[in-house]
C-alpha cells in the first residue's frame, strides 16, 4: 500500500505543476507524468488491461499536445504577470463549491462499500459461467465483446463520430 | 514538422518500426488470452505509423495516399464490426449471439465471435488515430501557405 | 477512504484549470486531467484485497479475482477521451488561426 500512497502524492504535485507553470510545453510534459502515474496506479490495482491501454492514450495525447504547440510555435503563455482584477471572482467562488463539494463528497463516498471489499453479485456468475459459455480466458475481454457487446459497438460509433469531427474541423478548405 | 530528422533517427525508426507493428498484432489477436483486447492493440498499430512519420517528415511519406488509405480501412473495421452482430439477428435468435463455434478453452482459434470482433475493432481504432494524427500534425497551416 | 478521496482532488484540480486560467491550452489539460481522474475512481472501486487480475490460465483453478465489470466500463472510456482531446485540440488550432492568440480575454474583445 505504500506504494500507492507514494504514487498519489507524485500525480498530484505534478497535476499542480501542469497547472501553474509558464512554459506551455513543460506543463505538456507534466500531463504525461501524471498518466504515467495513473498506469502504475492501474497494474498496482490488478488491471493490466486498463494499464495497456492508459499507457499507449497518454503517449498519443502528449504527441498530439505537442505537435499544436510546436505548430502554433508559441513557447510561453501569453497571460500577464500579477494578479488582475478579473481573475478574483471566479477564483473566490470555485474555492468556495470546492470546499462545499470535497466535503459533500465526504458523506457520499461512506456509501460506498469500503476499499478492498467490493460486492460482488452479477461479476461472480460472469467469473464463474465465463469460460465454458463464452470460450474466452480473458474475462474483462469476454464481458466487453459477448456479455455487453452492445455497449461497445455504442463506443465503436463515438469514436467515429469524434475522428469524424476533427477531419471535418481540419478540412484544407478551397476558398479561391 | 514537414522535413524529418537526423540520420539517427531516421536508421532507428526503420529498424524498429516493423517490430512495433508486430507486437500490436499480437496483443490484437490474443485479445480473449492474455490482457490487452482490440482498443490496447489498434493504438499500438496507429502508433508505428506515426513513428516513421515522425522521423520521415510528412512530406516524404505522402500524406495524401494516407489520408485515402486510413479513411478506407476504418470505414472496412466499423461496418464489418456491425455485420458481425447482425450475422446473429439473420440466424435467428438475436443481436450479437455468440454463434461461431467455442472450440478448446486456453487455445487460439476458440472463443466464437470474440476473435474477428477483436481484429475488426483493432483497426477501426489504429485507422481512426492515424487519420487523427495526420489532421493535426502533418498537414500544412493555412497561414503558413 | 483516502484513495477515494485523492481523486476527487485531481477532479477539482482539473476544474480549477478550466474556470480560472486564461489560456486555451491549459484548459485543454484541465479537461484531460478530469477524465484521468474519473477513471481511476473507477478502478479503486472494484479493487479486491489480496485477489488476481482477471485472467484464467489453468482451467480447474480457484478463481479468485477483482471485480472485472468497472475494468470493462473503463477500457472504452481511456479510448473515448483520447478522442474527445483530439477534437477540443482541433478547434483550438482553428481559434488560433482566426486570432492569432490563446488568450480568451483578446478573443472575447475581437469580434470577427
Do not use: W
Not at chain 1, 478492498?116 to 474466452?136: C, D, H, Q, S, W
Not at chain 2, 478448446?104 to 465471435?113: D, E, K, Q, V, Y
Not at chain 2, 477483436?118 to 497551416?141: D, E, Q, R, S, Y
Not at chain 3, 482539473?14 to 484541465?30: C, D, M
Amino acid at each position: 500500500m505504500l506504494e500507492l500512497y507514494l504514487l498519489i502524492l507524485a500525480m498530484l504535485a505534478s497535476a499542480l505543476v501542469a497547472v501553474e507553470t509558464k512554459d506551455l510545453l513543460a506543463s505538456a510534459i507534466s500531463m504525461g507524468l501524471v498518466g504515467f502515474a495513473v498506469a502504475i496506479m492501474f497494474v498496482l490495482v490488478q488491471a493490466p488491461d486498463l494499464a495497456i491501454v492508459q499507457i499507449v492514450v497518454e503517449i498519443l495525447s502528449v504527441i498530439f499536445f505537442a505537435a499544436v504547440i510546436f505548430r502554433t510555435t508559441h513557447f510561453d503563455t501569453t497571460v500577464g504577470k500579477g494578479i488582475d482584477r478579473e481573475v478574483v471572482f471566479p477564483a473566490v467562488s470555485f474555492f468556495i463549491f470546492g470546499t462545499l463539494f470535497f466535503i459533500l463528497s465526504l458523506y457520499a463516498l461512506n456509501d460506498l462499500p469500503r476499499f478492498g471489499e467490493p460486492i460482488m453479485k452479477v461479476a461472480n456468475t460472469y467469473i464463474r459461467e465465463g469460460l465454458e459459455r463464452t470460450g474466452a480466458a480473458n474475462v474483462v475481454a469476454a464481458i466487453i465483446l459477448d456479455y455487453r457487446g452492445y455497449d461497445t459497438l455504442g463506443e465503436a460509433t463515438v469514436l467515429f463520430t469524434a475522428v469524424l469531427g476533427v477531419l471535418v474541423v481540419l478540412r484544407k478548405v478551397g476558398r479561391r | 514538422m514537414g522535413k524529418g530528422m537526423t540520420v539517427i533517427v531516421k536508421t532507428i525508426a526503420r529498424l524498429i518500426a516493423g517490430f512495433i507493428f508486430l507486437y500490436g498484432l499480437y496483443i490484437v489477436l490474443h485479445g480473449h488470452l492474455t490482457p490487452g483486447g482490440g482498443f490496447a492493440g489498434g493504438v499500438i498499430i496507429a502508433g508505428s505509423f506515426i513513428l516513421l512519420i515522425l522521423a520521415f517528415g510528412a512530406q516524404e511519406m505522402g500524406e495524401k495516399m494516407l489520408y485515402r488509405f486510413t479513411a478506407v480501412f476504418e470505414s472496412l473495421g466499423a461496418l464489418s464490426f456491425l455485420l458481425l452482430a447482425l450475422l446473429g439477428l439473420i440466424a435467428g435468435f438475436y443481436f450479437f449471439l455468440n454463434l461461431f463455434p467455442k472450440g478448446t478453452p486456453l487455445h487460439l482459434i476458440s472463443s466464437g465471435i470474440i476473435l474477428p470482433a477483436n481484429i475488426a475493432i483493432g483497426v477501426k481504432v489504429g485507422a481512426g488515430l492515424l487519420a487523427v494524427f495526420l489532421a493535426l500534425a502533418a498537414t500544412k497551416f493555412l497561414m503558413e501557405e | 477512504m483516502v484513495l477515494f478521496l485523492a481523486c476527487i482532488l485531481l477532479f477539482l484540480i482539473g476544474l480549477y484549470a478550466i474556470v480560472t486560467k486564461r489560456n486555451l491550452i491549459k484548459i485543454a489539460i484541465g479537461f484531460c486531467m478530469m477524465e484521468y481522474a474519473v477513471n481511476l475512481l473507477f478502478a479503486f472501486i472494484g479493487f479486491k484485497k489480496d485477489a488476481l487480475a482477471p485472467i484464467i490460465i489453468r482451467v480447474s483453478q480457484e478463481r479468485n479475482f477483482v471485480d472485472p465489470i468497472p475494468q470493462a466500463l473503463v477500457l472504452t472510456s481511456i479510448v473515448i477521451g483520447l478522442a474527445t482531446t483530439a477534437l477540443l485540440l482541433s478547434l483550438v488550432i482553428r481559434l488560433y488561426e482566426r486570432y492569432k492568440t490563446f488568450d480568451i480575454k483578446e478573443i472575447r474583445k475581437l469580434r470577427g
